[in-house]
């Protein structure tokens, strides 16, 4: 991939080493920087406001939820919405954040194990079928899941694998994959080739290279990879919804949708279900953020 | 050359031989084999209210205490989503033992479900009110087991109508239409008369109104939409919206948001079914509301009546005194009771109408049983049909009524 | 599978990265991709073993006569794709998916560049604001799209409650009960769940592009519009291939957005393929039928994107 003008960043790495990310230059700073974090606020409020309808409303009473005209904040906390909830009738809810714990995980992990070969590769060498690949790869991307989820089923009945785990982490493994690929295969470009010669000719491997000199340099590539795909396989639902029957085994997201009856639904504990979903994602990220912030300052080559 | 750990060859190889050793995580639980040599049979059921699982295990619990060697696999879905899991389920050729749902017709037309005498005792099936097995049969073979029943109502607001000087609840359109304009008029920002024509349940607010023409969504043979007394029905229901008596955007809105605002007694007048009593008894139970016949264009008395039923799937002929037993478990009058009280539906056999709790608690719907008509879901077609009411009656609101039920006259006719 | 990849030799750096020694004969062509097929088989192990059998038996159904609940009632030949196109409100479907796709992509694109360019700045509470940000990526788009269909709900919805409360509307609107209005607001939504993935993928882009480039940037005295053009924007141009290519996969194949915003809205005039797939599944029942739209909403995003990667060349050999 030759996107990437090649000189600024060959100027780029021929002055990284030991290269300061600060200090910055002091100019205007205050006032502009009391400016950019007003507008932080602003930015931060909206994309908060639905999940705090949601938050408040998980603390409202069954009732409360559909009062006409509602109520902005619950007349009476109820706390207790949160410790009821893992014990309802409806569904096991422990074991459904558990299932959806260890899809997400393995299916990440599994994405990354097959990408990360397959990114590194299309991105450094030619060879013919390259693009074919890439366009393969991309094209499992293509199709709704939920008009597969019907064949799914019965490819995983054949093979007497369905309502397993195993089963959905091929499924979120396998439709994850192309965005990986892709994302990963873009940084992998940007970073300079001539580094890998430099290494190879110094005797280091390929796989050496790759950890050593490649991997840092494209790491907030491979961290969004890993935001993408894990929260793409914690909220998937159409496969599990037919894939997976056992009540234990299947994940937050179909479990939510044991909360809506048919005359009435438990909006309190759709939405505390909803926020206990959200906030795991929430600190993952928040842990991952600093390796891609640290991946720019780390990524210093020697 | 190799780095042994941490290596992205390492992890590849890694999680594949993971992957590859059948990491199957609680693998316990999923039909088909099992170990003690016994019988499992699989039921799949829609999820009525949060009770329903609780009610199931309980049964099951019981019936697997006194029949050693069978168990019953449980699977409870939304009704958001049954119908998708149950189409995956039978495409690939795993359909459930014994399902719960509304229609039987298309499995049976299929062949895929038992005849009811094959799977219950002859007094079990004696047992069912003729009316609910006249409904379950096709082709004279009864495929389906009534499970439960509802018929609609109309339930109002006492007070607003008082405030509106109307005394009695409307029996007739005329009645409907005056009282509904009256409330209108009251600027006490109540709406007259709940309409949900939204894809949720549309086709039971139209049945209402069809069948209270003297219209039929059947001929005995196929299925007729178009026909001069439904048009005449929603004609009405279009002079309802027009006149502005009902609540804003009927076409789009859905049953139960509706209701909710009926409970919040923002709207004077709806069409309920039994559940909605005890959803009233939580949510406001301040509400001074009554419950009467629904209006019909002359007052004849007649209403809409839905029953769910059970049916087993003939998918292993080993499994069939196994499921004749647990049916026979389920029907058995106390079992039975247990679970039709619980939910709040009315019972479909003889003698859990004579033994129901709710006798009292439902006598207005009780009363409107007998006239109550059903929707013709034992013909093939009506499946489609109704999706077709579901997503298209509600242009009602902006179309011409002739012209919406020729477009479901055809995808009826299409089906 | 055991490791081969470290036991590969490795290909001549120059000749491999360079790729200027042609010509080649067959048999490099060949060992070529005989040295990439050990990367590359596992991804070509999981499309192959998991998705290639629904693919193609969705391709198979379109083609099939099916009951129903599925049962196979013998072969159709192309009578599912016929009645397709005799489906007359397809015209309308089709005009709103472009409106749909091109809306929602342009806008959430545009609103990104601006949105990583600002996360990209240093100031006090950046780190809270990022993952502020990540929020609606973390819901699920169902929950997330349940939420505002609850808060824009006419009587007790607190949203349409607070625009009236601050004086916005006279009277509750019903946003999620009309056409026009629900299908603009659930692109709304849409944008709304697409910006954090588009966000941060450049916002990663962003990180790969240093200071010194930046200052580079400026010192060359032109203005900071101009500056970003020229140099950062085609830097970006990676991370925004990959961006635009994804979200046009994803909007396309939305399903939970308009079906929760426009699922009780009668007639087709809200509807996109997608969407229409499931109506003609779950309301139609005619699972052919449905296959057969699949299929056509197959091949048309594929034409779609093969026209992007034509036109903007994100995989450009050299």
């Given at each position: 991939m030759a996107v990437t003008a090649p000189s600024p960043v060959s100027e780029q790495t021929g002055s990284?080493?030991?290269?300061?990310?600060?200090?910055?230059?002091?100019?205007?700073s205050r006032r502009r920087r009391g400016l950019l974090a007003a507008a932080g606020a602003v930015v931060a409020l909206v994309f908060v406001a639905p999940y705090l309808i949601m938050l408040v409303g998980s603390f409202k009473t069954r009732s409360e939820i559909l009062?006409?005209?509602?109520?902005?904040?619950?007349?009476t906390w109820h706390p207790s919405n949160y410790v009821d909830m893992w014990s309802t009738?409806?569904?096991?809810l422990p074991y459904n954040l558990v299932s959806t714990i260890v899809i997400s995980v393995c299916a990440t992990l599994l994405v990354l194990c097959v990408a990360v070969p397959a990114a590194y590769y299309t991105a450094r060498f030619r060879f013919p079928g390259r693009l074919l690949f890439l366009l393969l790869v991309l094209v499992t991307q293509m199709l709704q899941p939920a008009v597969l989820a019907a064949g799914l089923f019965r490819e995983f009945v054949t093979l007497g694998i369905?309502?397993?785990?195993l089963a959905m982490i091929l499924v979120n493994g396998a439709f994850n994959l192309s965005f990986a690929v892709w994302i990963m295969h873009s940084f992998f470009a940007s970073v300079p080739k001539e580094l890998d010669e430099a290494a190879m000719i110094d005797g280091a491997s390929r796989l050496q290279i790759l950890r050593r000199i490649t991997a840092p340099l494209v790491w907030p590539g491979v961290v969004t990879a890993i935001i993408f795909t894990f929260v793409n396989c914690w909220n998937e639902f159409a496969a599990s919804l037919v894939i997976l029957t056992t009540a234990e085994n299947q994940p937050l997201s179909v479990a939510?949708?044991?909360?809506?009856?048919?005359?009435?639904?438990a909006w309190q504990y759709v939405f505390g279900v909803s926020i206990v979903g959200i906030v795991p994602v929430v600190v993952l990220f928040a842990l991952i953020e600093k390796r891609l912030v640290a991946g720019l300052t780390a990524g210093a080559v020697k | 050359m190799r780095t042994p750990v941490r290596t992205t060859a390492a992890a590849v190889a890694m999680g594949l031989t993971l992957t590859a050793c059948g990491?199957?995580?609680?693998?316990?639980?999923?039909?088909?084999?099992?170990?003690?040599?016994g019988t499992t049979i699989d039921l799949l059921v829609p999820q009525y209210s949060d009770q329903t699982k609780a009610l199931w295990q309980e049964i099951i619990a019981g019936f697997e205490e006194q029949n050693s060697g069978i168990s019953v696999n449980l699977e409870v879905q939304s009704w958001d989503n049954i119908n998708d899991v149950v189409r995956t389920k039978v495409q690939a050729g795993e359909a459930p033992d014994i399902l719960n749902i509304d229609a039987f017709s298309g499995f049976a037309k299929d062949d895929l479900l038992y005849p009811a005498e094959e799977v219950v005792s002859p007094e079990t099936l004696d047992d069912f009110q003729q009316s609910f097995i006249d409904n379950a049969t096709l082709d004279g073979t009864v495929?389906?087991?009534?499970l439960i029943a509802s018929a609609r109502a109309l339930f109002y607001n006492k007070d607003v109508l008082a405030q509106a000087g109307v005394s009695e609840p409307p029996s007739t359109w005329d009645q409907l239409l005056s009282t509904a304009t009256k409330i209108s008029e009251?600027?006490?920002?109540?709406?007259?008369y709940g309409m949900p024509l939204g894809s949720e349940e549309a086709q039971a607010e139209t049945s209402i109104f069809t069948f209270g023409a003297?219209?039929?969504?059947?001929?005995?043979?196929s299925i007729t939409v178009d026909t001069p007394e439904n048009l005449e029905a929603l004609k009405f229901m279009k002079s309802m919206i027009d006149a502005g008596v009902?609540?804003?955007?009927p076409g789009a809105t859905d049953r139960t948001p509706m209701l909710d605002v009926f409970i919040q007694g923002k709207i004077a007048m709806a069409v309920g079914l039994p559940p909605t009593i005890g959803q009233i008894e939580e949510r406001n139970p301040d509400l001074n509301y009554g419950i009467a016949p629904v209006p019909t264009k002359d007052g004849e008395p007649v209403t809409l009546g839905v029953a769910d039923h059970l049916m087993a799937f003939?998918?292993?002929?080993?499994k069939k005194d196994a499921i004749r037993a647990f049916l026979d478990h389920f029907y058995s009058q106390d079992v039975y009771l247990s679970f039709v009280d619980a939910e709040g539906f009315l019972p479909t056999t003889k003698s859990g109408a004579d033994g129901t709790e709710n006798a009292d608690r439902f006598s207005e719907f009780l009363e409107v049983l007998p006239n109550a008509r059903f929707y013709p879901?034992?013909?093939?077609a009506w499946a489609a049909t109704q999706g077709a009411l579901q997503t298209l009656v509600g242009q009602i609101q902006s179309k011409d009524a002739a012209a919406v039920l020729k477009q479901i006259q055809d995808k009826a006719d299409a089906a | 599978m055991t490791a081969p990849p470290a036991a590969t030799p490795p290909a001549t750096p120059e000749s491999a990265v360079t790729?200027?020694?042609?010509?080649?004969?067959r048999p490099g062509r060949w060992s070529a991709l005989g040295r990439a097929l050990p990367w590359l088989t596992p991804a070509l192990l999981l499309i192959a073993g998991v998705v290639l059998f629904p693919a193609g038996y969705m391709a198979w159904t379109s083609v099939r006569d099916l009951s129903?609940?599925?049962?196979d009632n013998g072969p159709a030949g192309l009578d599912n794709y016929a009645r397709l196109l005799e489906f007359g409100a397809l015209p309308r479907v089709l005009l709103n998916t472009v409106v749909w796709v091109f809306g929602v992509v342009v806008t959430t694109v545009l609103i990104s560049l601006g949105l990583a360019q600002f996360l990209d700045k240093a100031f006090p509470g950046r780190r809270i604001v990022r993952l502020a940000v990540i929020i609606p990526w973390a819901a699920s788009v169902v929950m997330t799209t349940t939420v505002f269909y609850y808060g824009m709900?006419?009587?007790?919805?607190v949203i349409n409650t607070f625009l009236v409360d601050v004086g916005l509307l006279d009277q509750p609107y019903g946003f999620t009960r009309n056409a026009l209005p629900a299908f603009l607001t659930a692109m709304g939504i849409a944008v709304f769940v697409s910006l954090p993935f588009t966000t941060y993928t450049l916002l990663a882009g962003l990180q790969t592009i240093t200071l010194d480039v930046r200052e580079a940037a400026q010192m060359d005295g032109a203005g900071p519009w101009a500056a970003y053009r020229q140099i950062i924007l085609p830097l970006l141009r990676p991370a925004l291939a990959v961006a635009t290519i994804i979200n046009i996969i994803n909007v396309f194949n939305s399903l939970p957005i308009l079906q929760v915003m426009?699922?009780?809205?009668?007639?087709?005039?809200?509807?996109t393929t997608t969407t229409l797939i499931f109506k003609f599944i779950r309301?139609?029942?005619q699972i052919d039928t449905a296959s057969a739209l699949s299929v056509l909403n197959f091949v048309i995003v594929l034409g779609v994107i093969l026209v992007y990667l034509k036109v903007v060349k994100p995989m450009r050999e050299d």
């Amino acid at each position: 991939m030759a996107v990437t003008a090649p000189s600024p960043v060959s100027e780029q790495t021929g002055s990284t080493t030991g290269r300061p990310r600060r200090p910055r230059r002091g100019r205007g700073s205050r006032r502009r920087r009391g400016l950019l974090a007003a507008a932080g606020a602003v930015v931060a409020l909206v994309f908060v406001a639905p999940y705090l309808i949601m938050l408040v409303g998980s603390f409202k009473t069954r009732s409360e939820i559909l009062r006409v005209p509602p109520t902005y904040l619950p007349e009476t906390w109820h706390p207790s919405n949160y410790v009821d909830m893992w014990s309802t009738p409806e569904t096991p809810l422990p074991y459904n954040l558990v299932s959806t714990i260890v899809i997400s995980v393995c299916a990440t992990l599994l994405v990354l194990c097959v990408a990360v070969p397959a990114a590194y590769y299309t991105a450094r060498f030619r060879f013919p079928g390259r693009l074919l690949f890439l366009l393969l790869v991309l094209v499992t991307q293509m199709l709704q899941p939920a008009v597969l989820a019907a064949g799914l089923f019965r490819e995983f009945v054949t093979l007497g694998i369905h309502d397993t785990w195993l089963a959905m982490i091929l499924v979120n493994g396998a439709f994850n994959l192309s965005f990986a690929v892709w994302i990963m295969h873009s940084f992998f470009a940007s970073v300079p080739k001539e580094l890998d010669e430099a290494a190879m000719i110094d005797g280091a491997s390929r796989l050496q290279i790759l950890r050593r000199i490649t991997a840092p340099l494209v790491w907030p590539g491979v961290v969004t990879a890993i935001i993408f795909t894990f929260v793409n396989c914690w909220n998937e639902f159409a496969a599990s919804l037919v894939i997976l029957t056992t009540a234990e085994n299947q994940p937050l997201s179909v479990a939510l949708t044991k909360f809506v009856g048919q005359y009435e639904s438990a909006w309190q504990y759709v939405f505390g279900v909803s926020i206990v979903g959200i906030v795991p994602v929430v600190v993952l990220f928040a842990l991952i953020e600093k390796r891609l912030v640290a991946g720019l300052t780390a990524g210093a080559v020697k | 050359m190799r780095t042994p750990v941490r290596t992205t060859a390492a992890a590849v190889a890694m999680g594949l031989t993971l992957t590859a050793c059948g990491f199957s995580g609680g693998d316990e639980g999923s039909s088909g084999d099992d170990a003690g040599g016994g019988t499992t049979i699989d039921l799949l059921v829609p999820q009525y209210s949060d009770q329903t699982k609780a009610l199931w295990q309980e049964i099951i619990a019981g019936f697997e205490e006194q029949n050693s060697g069978i168990s019953v696999n449980l699977e409870v879905q939304s009704w958001d989503n049954i119908n998708d899991v149950v189409r995956t389920k039978v495409q690939a050729g795993e359909a459930p033992d014994i399902l719960n749902i509304d229609a039987f017709s298309g499995f049976a037309k299929d062949d895929l479900l038992y005849p009811a005498e094959e799977v219950v005792s002859p007094e079990t099936l004696d047992d069912f009110q003729q009316s609910f097995i006249d409904n379950a049969t096709l082709d004279g073979t009864v495929y389906g087991l009534p499970l439960i029943a509802s018929a609609r109502a109309l339930f109002y607001n006492k007070d607003v109508l008082a405030q509106a000087g109307v005394s009695e609840p409307p029996s007739t359109w005329d009645q409907l239409l005056s009282t509904a304009t009256k409330i209108s008029e009251l600027d006490a920002d109540v709406y007259g008369y709940g309409m949900p024509l939204g894809s949720e349940e549309a086709q039971a607010e139209t049945s209402i109104f069809t069948f209270g023409a003297g219209g039929a969504w059947t001929d005995g043979d196929s299925i007729t939409v178009d026909t001069p007394e439904n048009l005449e029905a929603l004609k009405f229901m279009k002079s309802m919206i027009d006149a502005g008596v009902t609540q804003p955007d009927p076409g789009a809105t859905d049953r139960t948001p509706m209701l909710d605002v009926f409970i919040q007694g923002k709207i004077a007048m709806a069409v309920g079914l039994p559940p909605t009593i005890g959803q009233i008894e939580e949510r406001n139970p301040d509400l001074n509301y009554g419950i009467a016949p629904v209006p019909t264009k002359d007052g004849e008395p007649v209403t809409l009546g839905v029953a769910d039923h059970l049916m087993a799937f003939r998918n292993d002929d080993d499994k069939k005194d196994a499921i004749r037993a647990f049916l026979d478990h389920f029907y058995s009058q106390d079992v039975y009771l247990s679970f039709v009280d619980a939910e709040g539906f009315l019972p479909t056999t003889k003698s859990g109408a004579d033994g129901t709790e709710n006798a009292d608690r439902f006598s207005e719907f009780l009363e409107v049983l007998p006239n109550a008509r059903f929707y013709p879901s034992t013909n093939e077609a009506w499946a489609a049909t109704q999706g077709a009411l579901q997503t298209l009656v509600g242009q009602i609101q902006s179309k011409d009524a002739a012209a919406v039920l020729k477009q479901i006259q055809d995808k009826a006719d299409a089906a | 599978m055991t490791a081969p990849p470290a036991a590969t030799p490795p290909a001549t750096p120059e000749s491999a990265v360079t790729g200027t020694r042609r010509p080649r004969g067959r048999p490099g062509r060949w060992s070529a991709l005989g040295r990439a097929l050990p990367w590359l088989t596992p991804a070509l192990l999981l499309i192959a073993g998991v998705v290639l059998f629904p693919a193609g038996y969705m391709a198979w159904t379109s083609v099939r006569d099916l009951s129903q609940f599925g049962m196979d009632n013998g072969p159709a030949g192309l009578d599912n794709y016929a009645r397709l196109l005799e489906f007359g409100a397809l015209p309308r479907v089709l005009l709103n998916t472009v409106v749909w796709v091109f809306g929602v992509v342009v806008t959430t694109v545009l609103i990104s560049l601006g949105l990583a360019q600002f996360l990209d700045k240093a100031f006090p509470g950046r780190r809270i604001v990022r993952l502020a940000v990540i929020i609606p990526w973390a819901a699920s788009v169902v929950m997330t799209t349940t939420v505002f269909y609850y808060g824009m709900d006419p009587f007790y919805g607190v949203i349409n409650t607070f625009l009236v409360d601050v004086g916005l509307l006279d009277q509750p609107y019903g946003f999620t009960r009309n056409a026009l209005p629900a299908f603009l607001t659930a692109m709304g939504i849409a944008v709304f769940v697409s910006l954090p993935f588009t966000t941060y993928t450049l916002l990663a882009g962003l990180q790969t592009i240093t200071l010194d480039v930046r200052e580079a940037a400026q010192m060359d005295g032109a203005g900071p519009w101009a500056a970003y053009r020229q140099i950062i924007l085609p830097l970006l141009r990676p991370a925004l291939a990959v961006a635009t290519i994804i979200n046009i996969i994803n909007v396309f194949n939305s399903l939970p957005i308009l079906q929760v915003m426009t699922g009780s809205i009668p007639g087709y005039s809200a509807d996109t393929t997608t969407t229409l797939i499931f109506k003609f599944i779950r309301a139609d029942r005619q699972i052919d039928t449905a296959s057969a739209l699949s299929v056509l909403n197959f091949v048309i995003v594929l034409g779609v994107i093969l026209v992007y990667l034509k036109v903007v060349k994100p995989m450009r050999e050299d």
